[in-house]
């Protein structure tokens, strides 16, 4: 009989998500971890970041105390060291929280880099700490070196950054998302390279934090992935921030002196600049860590740096499942998390739905915060369906003129023939949190008629959604 009959080798959310299902299903369970407990997402990632921009944010609020009738007496300002040091506070949290869940599940925890080395069976070896992540707390009772068998091996690795060759972060003047998030010193200008999610995040915290930021991004617009109005009104509240953006343009150079990076820009016409900042933030991609943990020896397809899974997490190998960031986009915690109880429910054999990727929300916490689902304007139309889109401004939403917060859109995408939603598309206060409404909604596979006759508390900003939705249809009120 194997030692298991599930071994996960990395504990993101997808990792010790698929060990607490496996456990609760009655699977003898372990988990692999050569880091830290949690993974990107609450050591380096989602969490940490989410910490940084709430200090960011009380910090702007306090500086707009005139604003609300309030005085600030003395001097307000940021405190960094602590700054950093409640967000990775806030990390070890999250990193002991896993190790409570792993052992309240009994799930055995391996301290090690696992490879597969044939069938069913891994080895671990002692973890060679990589450069530029110190390791986390590692569980007094985890288990260490040697072979491991398990009847299913559920590849959950996750994901780094990705280096552009020439342009490759050094952790001194050239940061990844690692170093961005524990600068011992504010630089006073930053380039950042990139404006999806992870580097319009850091531009913001870097920028409300008093640090001249420019943004630089290779597509037309900032958030690309993101419908082209969304990304334009984004760009216009950054820029009214005093961020400096270019778009349609990308860093071709660097050249370091002992404390600033010259970065020479191209645009598409061809026209060059250069541009000194103090740091530079790489921010252009994840890959995820395919290498090094046998799968070449095993025969499992990967694709541009993927592992290649059908609907149900499963590689070609018999026995080999992937999950989260390793198995390919969205790079999403939330995506890994149901990805992992798919995994668990498929080997279980409780025939579980496969993922719906169209219903996948994404959310970016810059200020304003951009939150979406669905087909965006340009893919609907692309997708031949005729359209109903309704819009609703955040400035005649009474919640966000109380709160002070009243620049934002609210978009939505229907079906013309059959009203069914499409997509909707959110900038502006607390967005990340309202977008969940019409998630439910999509997988609910509502239409306007039902959007419509849903009763929406007042005041709140969740009415935004429902005005979009009546502005769809000509029925707009408070516009
Ligand atoms: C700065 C930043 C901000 C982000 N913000 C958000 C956000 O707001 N919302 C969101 O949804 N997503 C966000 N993400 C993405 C999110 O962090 C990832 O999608 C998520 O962590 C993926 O989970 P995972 O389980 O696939 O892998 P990971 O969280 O990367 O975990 C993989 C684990 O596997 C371990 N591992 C790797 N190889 C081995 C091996 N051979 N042996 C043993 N262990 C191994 C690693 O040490 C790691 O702990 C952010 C990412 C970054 C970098």
């Not at 025969?299 to 590689?315: A, N, S, Y």
């Amino acid at each position: 009989m194997a030692d298991y009959d599930i071994i996960v080798i990395g504990s993101g959310p997808g990792g010790y998500i698929a060990a607490i299902r496996a456990a609760q299903l009655g699977f003898r369970t372990a988990i692999v971890e050569r880091e830290h407990l949690a993974g990107i997402c609450s050591n380096w990632g989602c969490i940490p970041t989410k910490a940084l921009l709430r200090s960011a944010e009380i910090l702007h609020y306090g500086q707009h105390a005139k604003d609300y009738g309030l005085v600030l007496e003395g001097s307000f300002k940021a405190d960094l060291e602590a700054v950093v040091k409640r967000s990775r506070g806030i990390a070890v949290r999250m990193n002991n929280g896993v190790q409570f869940l792993m052992k309240k599940n009994k799930v055995d925890v391996i301290w090690g880099e696992a490879k597969l080395t044939k069938p069913g069976t891994i080895t671990v070896a002692p973890t060679k700490k990589p450069a530029m992540q110190p390791q986390g707390p590692i569980p007094k009772n985890a288990k260490g070196e040697g072979t491991y068998t398990a009847d299913h091996i559920i590849v959950a690795t996750g994901a780094r950054p990705r280096a552009l060759p020439g342009l490759e972060p050094d952790g001194k003047l050239i940061w990844t998302y690692f170093e961005s998030m524990v600068p011992a010193k504010m630089p006073k200008s930053l380039l950042v390279m990139g404006s999806g999610a992870i580097g319009i995040e850091f531009a913001s915290f870097y920028r409300t934090m008093g640090v001249d930021v420019t943004v630089v991004e290779v597509l037309p617009q900032v958030v690309p992935v993101e419908d082209a109005e969304i990304g334009a009104f984004a760009r216009k509240a950054f820029e009214k921030q005093g961020m400096k953006i270019i778009t349609s343009a990308k860093v071709t150079k660097v050249e370091k002196s002992a404390d600033s990076v010259t970065a020479h820009i191209e645009d598409e016409k061809g026209g060059k600049q250069t541009i000194t900042a103090d740091r530079m933030i790489s921010a252009v991609g994840v890959v995820g860590n395919i290498e090094n943990i046998g799968l070449e020896a095993l025969g499992v397809k990967t694709d541009r740096g993927c592992i290649v899974i059908d609907d149900l997490c499963r590689t070609n190998v018999k026995g080999v499942y992937a999950i989260g960031d390793v198995a390919g986009p969205p790079m999403l915690a939330h995506k890994a998390e149901h990805e992992a109880v798919i995994c668990v429910e498929a080997i279980k054999g409780l025939h579980p739905h496969p993922m719906d990727k169209s219903m996948i929300p994404g959310c970016t916490y810059c200020h304003p915060q951009i939150a979406s689902v669905g087909l965006t304007e340009a893919k609907a139309k692309a997708a031949g369906y005729e359209l109903k889109v309704g819009r609703f401004n955040f400035v005649a939403n009474g919640k966000a003129v109380a709160l002070g917060e009243d620049s934002g859109l609210a978009k939505t995408i229907f079906d013309a023939k059959t009203g069914k939603l499409l997509g909707a598309h959110l900038v502006g206060p607390e967005v990340t949190e309202l977008i969940q409404g019409f998630v439910v909604a999509m997988n609910l596979e509502t239409t306007e008629e039902e959007l419509m006759h849903t009763i929406f508390p007042h005041p709140t900003l969740s009415e935004v959604m429902k005005e979009s939705v009546l502005d769809a249809y000509g029925k707009v009120l408070n516009a």
